[in-house]
């Protein structure tokens, strides 16, 4: 029995870094049975919190990305409980997240930016902004973008500014060491140029994005591993949109970290508008920004119950 690390798959090809440092191909007949998940993985966050809290459970999984597995005959045969998992990009087992966003082309949206923050907190993982291509704005406009930046800085979030296609992201690239980091966001946002900057020699397939539609093409159609120091950093194919899986209305305010400061005297306060008295509403507009809280609003009407 041998026991790896799955870099990538393409169309039932597992391609699995094994203990030994060899690369391998090899099948999976289909989920694995009888698998005992540890509690943040995918069955789970499709579940309410009641399930939740079910610490183990038996579940039939298929193996992604990411997922350390034991093989037997060029087939796998069993994933060991996943630490973490995202269901977009589709990875498990991830100490960080470089989640890039364009300054422009796609337009910079803080309303994704929130969404995919709150997506990733939610599995535990680090997430590290990276904003790309700010050679494209004038002085004056970087100036203003990193001003509002500044807040996500504050309240506790590293934010790096780079030109993919020019300069070397030395400070970034000291963050990566022995983890495992993937690169995450919007399609063509410049994740897979972040990489090729970041790795020596490397040239992931980019493209630019279409001129017509204002977006990217998907160009990146799998998530992949790579070695890179004595980690690894995975490039992942772009999304356009993203969702709430698996957070409640009374959680997601869990993952607005600012609003902690806070202290609301409601228990099970929802934070609304209208609530007399809620310390968070109090401070909307002067240390909580507007946008940051309208976001939450929205992402409260989008879950459902
Ligand atoms: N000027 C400038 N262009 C950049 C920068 N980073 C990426 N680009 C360009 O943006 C376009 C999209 O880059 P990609 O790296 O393919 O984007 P991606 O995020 O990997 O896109 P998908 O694989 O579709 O998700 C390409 O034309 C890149 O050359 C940057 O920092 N500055
Ligand atoms: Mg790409
Ligand atoms: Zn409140």
Known sequence: M?????ISINSGNYVVITTENEQRVVRCGGRLRNYRVNKTADFQIKMNRLAQKVETTNVKLSPKVGDYVQIEEDMITKIEPRFNSLIRPDVANIDQVLLVFA????????????????????????????????????????????SQMNYYEQIGYKVFYVNSKKDYPQDLVNLLGVKTTIVAGQTGAGKSTLINAIIPGFKLKTDEISQALGRGKHTTR???????????LGDTPGFSKLDLHGITKDTLKDYFVEFKNFNCKFRNCLHLTNTLGCEVVKHVGKEIMTSRYNNYLRMLSDIAG
């Not at 041998?2 to 799955?6: E, K």
């Not at 799998?222 to 690894?232: A, M, P, R």
């Open 103 to 146: 300054t422009k082309e796609p337009t910079f949206n803080f309303y994704l930016l929130d969404l995919f923050l709150v997506n990733i907190l939610r599995e535990k993982i680090e997430p590290i902004i990276v904003i790309s291509k700010i050679d494209k704005l004038t002085i004056e406009e970087l100036f203003e973008l990193k």
């Open 222 to 232: 799998i998530t992949s591993l790579y070695h890179f120091k004595d980690g690894y």
């Open 2 to 6: 041998i026991s790896g690390r799955i």
